[in-house]
């Protein structure tokens, strides 16, 4: 069994920060991608932004600029600053990650945690 976990949201402000946290825990003997992604209310799930176990990341374009995302590999820990958010981030935010274990890949989700932007 392997779960993400995520913590870090909340009410905040626009213009303001918050950090979001996912950590894996489990059986893992690697992890591959990772990455955040959000469900706005009305909205399909979107990609906010992905990171390769070397560390080169990409992001929506509607985040560019604002939210960075990073990882601690020996944390199989995963974080997404975001900094200027608008109300229109507010959503649950996911956490999404392709994990090895017991001999085969699985891509893995953790439960969520609301961002509430206020305007």
């Known amino acids: 069994q392997v779960q993400l976990v995520e913590s870090g949201g909340g009410l905040v402000q626009a213009g303001g920060s918050l950090r979001l946290s996912c950590a894996a825990s489990g059986c893992i003997f690697g992890i591959n991608d990772m990455g955040w992604y959000r469900q706005g209310p009305g909205n399909q799930r979107e990609l906010v932004a992905a990171i390769t176990g070397g560390g080169s990341a990409n992001y929506a374009d509607s985040v560019l600029g604002r939210f960075t995302i990073s990882r601690v590999n020996a944390k199989n820990t995963v974080y997404l600053q975001m900094n200027s958010l608008k109300p229109e981030d507010t959503a649950v935010y996911h956490c999404?990650?392709?994990?090895?274990?017991?001999?085969?890949?699985?891509?893995?989700w953790g439960q969520g945690t609301l961002v509430t932007v206020s305007s």
């Open positions: 999404n990650a392709r994990v090895l274990t017991n001999l085969r890949w699985l891509e893995v």
